[in-house]
């Protein structure tokens, strides 16, 4: 997790555009959300936050490849407060590893 969450940003995801669906709901929480083909519009009190994304080609390393979504984040209208609680909450649900 992060200390400070810029208005606009991308990450480079380590899943596939399915997984990525499958987790958004939950990883939004209660909040309102419109999804669309590539991106998704999410409402965060009187702002929103803008989702965008494309399939990217597989990251290899060795004989590992992992498949890769690029996500672009863009809040709009969105405190600093409330956009580090929402991508913390984000965060911890989209986290995946093993231990």
């Known amino acids: 997790m992060q200390s400070f969450y810029p208005e606009i940003f991308e990450r480079d995801m ?3 555009e399915a997984d990525w669906l499958r987790w958004l709901p939950n990883a939004i929480g209660d909040r309102f959300y419109k999804l669309q083909p590539a991106s998704a519009g999410v409402r965060l ?3 929103a936050l803008g ?3 494309q399939v990217a080609a597989p990251r290899v390393i060795g004989l590992v490849s992992l498949p890769r979504l690029l996500v672009n984040f863009r ?3 969105v405190d600093e407060a409330t956009r580090h609680a929402f991508m913390t909450r984000f965060d ?3 986290q995946r590893g093993g231990g």
């Open 75 to 77: 809040f709009a209208g």
């Open 45 to 47: 009190g009187d702002g």
């Open 92 to 94: 911890l649900y989209m």
């Open 14 to 16: 380590a899943c596939t």
């Open 51 to 53: 989702l965008k994304w």
